[in-house]
Nanobody
Framework: QVQLVESGGGLVQPGGSLRLSCAAS????????MAWYRQAPGKQREFVAS???????DYADSVTGRFTISRDNAKNTVYLQMNSLKPEDTAVYYC??????WGQGTPVTVSS
């Protein structure tokens, strides 16, 4: 089992930036198995970003060019750098480790 702890969420104005962190512990075989999802109020959880087998990254269309996923293998931590934030980015952001480990989520609110 893998334990995941997210941090870094908060309130930010439109156009601002935040960096989320997800620290993994337990039976972590590869950080390439980690991804970010989000769930806005009243909506289903949706994919945001992940690593792919080629070592590059995949993104939802809505965040491409604004969000960047990265990892620090020494710290067993994955990050989500979020720039040019929009009100529609408001959601609880979850870290996921394939196939079925989830963090508790960290809330992000984009509002003026």
């Amino acid at each position: 089992q893998v334990q995941l702890v997210e941090s870094g969420g908060g309130l930010v104005q439109p156009g601002g930036s935040l960096r989320l962190s997800c620290a993994a512990s337990g039976r972590v075989f590869s950080l390439l198995l980690m991804a970010w999802y989000r769930q806005a109020p009243g909506k289903q959880r949706e994919f945001v970003a992940s690593f792919n087998r080629a070592g590059s990254s995949d993104y939802a269309d809505s965040v491409t060019g604004r969000f960047t996923i990265s990892r620090d293998n020494a710290k067993n931590t994955v990050y989500l750098q979020m720039n040019s934030l929009k009100p529609e980015d408001t959601a609880v952001y979850y870290c996921h480790y394939h196939p079925d480990s989830w963090g508790q989520g960290t809330p992000v609110t984009v509002s003026s």
